[in-house]
């Protein structure tokens, strides 16, 4: 699995990054392929995948995932942790309750930051 440094030098990785998907939109379509239609996008088969990032928050400390999902599997493909302040914010902006959660706000601006400036 990589980490952030290694990550930064996978440009067409980094490219095929969908920053919209959430965690319940990748259930919905690549789990419950019955509603791929209502979102506008449809999976036609397991060669048909997204590459998106989520923020698990179950252990003590949070750490952001890249996953690349299909209808079959999904697959850890990057973990990154996050500097203290945006931890913080992370933590305070979700009440500090465990969960899967969607890259937004000042998290997402700091990993975009990270991407593609840093």
Do not use: C
């Not at 048909?48 to 697959?75: C, K, M, Q």
């Amino acid at each position: 699995m990589m980490h952030l440094h290694e990550l930064k030098q996978q440009k067409d990785l980094i490219g095929s990054i969908d920053w919209d998907m959430t965690p319940e939109e990748a259930v919905t379509l690549y789990l419950e392929w019955g509603n791929n239609w209502a979102h506008g996008h449809v999976i036609r088969s397991k060669a048909d995948f997204s590459n998106y990032f989520v923020v698990y928050a179950w252990d003590a400390e949070p750490v952001i995932y890249l996953i690349r999902r299909n209808s079959e599997d999904a697959e850890e493909m990057a973990k990154i942790w996050m500097p203290a302040d945006i931890k913080d914010w992370f933590l305070d902006s979700i009440g500090h309750n465990k969960g899967v959660y969607a890259v937004a706000g000042r998290v997402r601006e700091w990993l975009e930051k990270e991407l593609y400036e840093g």
